[in-house]
């Protein structure tokens, strides 16, 4: 059973700087593209960063220049730095990430996982 993971939110004053982590566990071939996604209260699920395999990133227009996002293909992690926080990045943020993994000893599956998020709230 593949799992993500996520850690790092909490409460920090607008200006601030957070960073999450993201890992993903079970019996896994490889991970393809991760990502970061952030939903508001009242609000749809929407895209933060995403990282493939080879590095290259995306970033949404309001988080461009602040947050960073990076990964290490051998422990299967993702980071996300968010500085210059403002309280519009207040939100759950969730960890996704599409992921090959063995069924058993001869198939393998690709999937689509997500963390069960963690609570950013920018506040003074």
């Known amino acids: 059973q593949v799992r993500l993971v996520e850690s790092g939110g909490g409460l920090v004053q607008p200006g601030g700087s957070l960073n999450l982590s993201c890992a993903a566990s079970?019996?896994?071939?490889?991970?393809?593209?991760m990502g970061w996604y952030r939903q508001a209260p009242g609000k749809q699920r929407t895209r933060v960063a995403t990282?493939?395999?080879?590095?290259?990133?995306n970033y949404a227009d309001s988080v461009l220049g602040r947050f960073t996002i990076s990964r290490d293909n051998a422990k299967n992690t993702v980071d996300l730095q968010m500085n210059d926080l403002k309280p519009d990045d207040t939100a759950s943020y969730y960890c996704?990430?599409?992921?090959?993994?063995?069924?058993?000893?001869?198939?393998?599956?690709?999937?689509?996982?997500w963390g069960q998020g963690t609570l950013v709230t920018v506040s003074s």
């Open positions: 990282i493939n395999r080879g590095g290259g990133t």
């Open positions: 996704n990430a599409g992921i090959w993994e063995n069924l058993d000893d001869v198939n393998q599956r690709y999937d689509t996982h």
């Open positions: 079970g019996r896994i071939v490889s991970v393809q593209t």
